[in-house]
Nanobody, 120 residues
């Protein structure tokens, strides 16, 4: 099994910053991609940022220039630095990783979610 453990969520004022982290552990053979998703009340879960092998990245248009995703391969950890936060960023943020386990089973794994609330 694989587990993703998140931290860093909280309550901030408009214009503030937060840094989310997610550590993957367990029967990991290789990690293909690590992502951050978010889901606001009444909305579908959406991709915020993705980082893949070679450190290429993808960002949602709504967060470009404000959020930065990074990865520490040695620690199986992904980070999301969030600056200039807006009320529209309020959501539950989920870590996701595409992992092949040591017994050869590929799957997407999800963290438990962490609440980010930005007050206006």
């Amino acid at each position: 099994q694989v587990q993703l453990v998140e931290s860093g969520g909280g309550l901030v004022q408009t214009g503030g910053s937060l840094r989310l982290s997610c550590v993957a552990s367990g029967s990991i053979f290789v990690i293909n991609h690590m992502d951050w998703y978010r889901q606001a009340p009444g909305k579908q879960r959406e991709l915020v940022a993705r980082i893949i092998t070679g450190d290429s990245t993808i960002y949602a248009d709504s967060v470009k220039g404000r959020f930065t995703i990074s990865r520490d391969n040695a620690k199986n950890t992904v980070y999301l630095q969030m600056n200039s936060l807006k009320p529209e960023d309020t959501a539950v943020y989920y870590c996701n990783a595409g992992i092949i386990t040591k017994i050869g089973l590929p799957s997407d794994y999800w963290g438990q979610g962490t609440q980010v609330t930005v007050s206006s």
